[in-house]
């Protein structure tokens, strides 16, 4: 495919279990974004990779959080010992480069449900 | 990143031109003004971005104003289909320290009606 893709487009979780969310980006994109979206607000930044290299962690919300993109390309976003709050949508995007001139294109988000 | 302000929501007749405003007063020479959509239960979609001068795409047409304090996104003619939240995004420019990352406000919620 062409776009973005992430799996599980849902996942349900028990409190207490750990997560992992996966994100393909478009091939060749070598910036790498992951946003959380709760319900009813914006999407909010959480980390960004330039090729396997993390660059910007300052999102993350708290140490359980855990992402990973070893061979710059696909990326892995960990949740460990899930919370309720944790529950959002987790969105991935991708852009060619790293410049700021070139847009970012999103996936379709995974829907994580804590319960 | 410069803030954002967009109306809470707007409503267009489809087949009508659907004109967003958004005002960004405290923007930087060297921050883009980005602009995506989201309809429900997808990703945001890429509409379109500027620097200065007006632009324009297949989707849609972006005009800034002189003194780059405000824009508006143009839909030309809008279809049911244009029924989204749409986020008017300032982004710094190359050299910053943030990577380009996104910040979303709460966007204007347009409706397009038959």
């Known amino acids: 495919g062409a776009g973005v893709s992430q799996s599980p487009r849902y996942k349900v979780a028990k409190r207490g279990q750990d997560v992992a969310l996966r994100c393909d980006p478009i091939?060749?994109?070598?910036?790498l974004f992951w946003y959380q979206q709760a319900l009813g607000q914006g999407p909010e930044f959480l980390t960004y990779?330039?090729?396997?290299?993390?660059?910007?962690k300052s999102g993350l919300p708290s140490d359980r959080f855990f992402a990973e993109r070893p061979e710059g390309s696909v990326s892995t976003l960990k949740i460990q010992r899930t919370q309720q709050e944790d529950s959002a949508v987790y969105l991935c995007?991708?852009?060619?480069?790293?410049?700021?001139?070139?847009?970012?294109?999103f996936g379709d988000g995974t829907r994580l449900s804590i319960l | 990143d410069a803030k954002t302000t967009q109306p809470t929501s707007m409503d267009c007749a489809e087949g009508r031109a659907a004109n967003l405003p958004c005002n960004h007063s405290?923007?930087?020479?060297?921050?883009?003004v980005y602009w995506y959509r989201q309809i429900h239960s997808q990703g945001p979609q890429y509409i379109i971005h500027?620097?200065?001068n007006n632009e324009t795409n297949e989707m849609a047409s972006l005009i800034i104003t002189e003194d780059r304090k405000s824009s508006t996104l143009i839909l030309p003619h809008a279809t049911l289909r244009d029924t989204a939240v749409y986020y008017c995004?300032?982004?710094?420019?190359?050299?910053?320290?943030?990577?380009?990352?996104?910040?979303f406000g709460q966007g204007t919620i347009l409706t397009v009606h038959p």
């Open positions: 995007a991708s852009s060619l480069s790293g410049q700021v001139s070139q847009p970012q294109h």
């Open positions: 091939s060749g994109h070598v910036s």
């Open positions: 990779f330039q090729n396997e290299a993390q660059l910007d």
């Open positions: 405290t923007i930087s020479g060297n921050e883009y």
């Open positions: 500027g620097l200065k």
């Open positions: 995004i300032v982004r710094v420019a190359a050299g910053g320290t943030s990577y380009g990352k996104l910040t």
